[in-house]
């Protein structure tokens, strides 16, 4: 994702554009879910190529969750 020069993203650009218009409350409710929806797919679809391409397995999660990455504070 990129931002604009000015700090806005194209996307908060072509939603300005799209909704200048007042919405009711239900509606902007509506919305959001439809955006939460929208970027939860795209974000499980991403996993899912990195699971087939790392070639990750439930064996994978299980060492994973066994793994101790915590720094000692001295």
Do not use: C, P, Y
């Not at 000015?6 to 996307?11: Q, S, Y």
């Not at 509506?30 to 397995?57: G, H, Q």
């Amino acid at each position: 994702m990129r931002q604009t020069s000015k700090g806005i993203t194209n996307l908060q650009l072509e939603l300005m554009k799209i909704f200048s218009i007042d919405l009711s409350e239900k509606q902007i409710l509506d919305l959001k879910k439809v955006l939460v929806k929208f970027f939860s797919d795209n974000a499980t679809n991403e996993i899912d190529n990195l699971w087939d391409e790392k070639k990750w397995n439930n064996k994978t999660m299980k060492k994973w969750a066994k793994e101790h990455l915590r720094t000692t504070i001295k």
